[in-house]
């Protein structure tokens, strides 16, 4: 049997039509339940120095954070332990830590750090000196 050019040519296009609409409807839902995340979390802006320690107490037990590093990944160190978390500043930068109190609230830790100096940036080596002859 021989399908013709112009047939077979609209049912693609219909079928390219059904998977673009139900994509998009993905990518709308989605974003529709990250601004309503959002919207619940109550936000609690939080100011480091360098080599400063904080700890965020009354989490929930069996709970993980959610960490986002918003600027230098090197800036803070997380440690977890049942019902607290505790941060240190190492570094200028901030970072978005979401957590689930014991009470139940959600809240969004805005955390910047603050150093005397610039940023250190990488941990990428540097060029060797030249021998000596």
């Given at each position: 049997?021989?399908?013709?050019?112009?047939?077979?040519?609209?049912?693609?296009?219909?079928?390219?039509?059904?998977?673009?609409?139900?994509?998009?409807?993905?990518?709308?839902?989605?974003?529709v339940l990250?601004?309503?995340?959002?919207?619940?979390?109550?936000?609690?802006?939080?100011t480091?120095?360098?080599g400063?320690?904080?700890?965020?107490?009354?989490?929930k037990?069996?709970?993980?954070?959610g960490i986002?590093?918003?600027?230098?990944?090197?800036?803070?160190?997380?440690q977890?332990?049942?019902?607290?978390?505790?941060?240190?500043?190492?570094?200028?930068?901030?970072?978005?830590?979401?957590?689930?109190?014991?009470?139940g609230?959600?809240?969004?830790y805005?955390?910047?750090?603050?150093?005397?100096?610039?940023p250190?940036?990488?941990?990428?080596?540097g060029?060797a000196?030249?021998a000596?002859?």
């Amino acid at each position: 049997m021989i399908v013709e050019g112009s047939m077979a040519r609209p049912r693609a296009r219909q079928i390219l039509a059904i998977v673009l609409g139900v994509m998009l409807a993905v990518v709308q839902l989605s974003a529709v339940l990250a601004i309503a995340d959002a919207a619940k979390r109550r936000i609690i802006p939080l100011t480091l120095i360098k080599g400063q320690n904080y700890t965020i107490s009354d989490v929930k037990k069996g709970t993980s954070p959610g960490i986002k590093v918003v600027k230098n990944p090197n800036a803070l160190v997380v440690q977890t332990a049942p019902g607290r978390i505790e941060l240190l500043g190492a570094d200028s930068g901030a970072w978005n830590i979401k957590v689930t109190l014991a009470s139940g609230e959600k809240v969004l830790y805005a955390v910047s750090v603050k150093a005397e100096g610039p940023p250190q940036g990488d941990l990428a080596p540097g060029s060797a000196p030249t021998a000596i002859r």
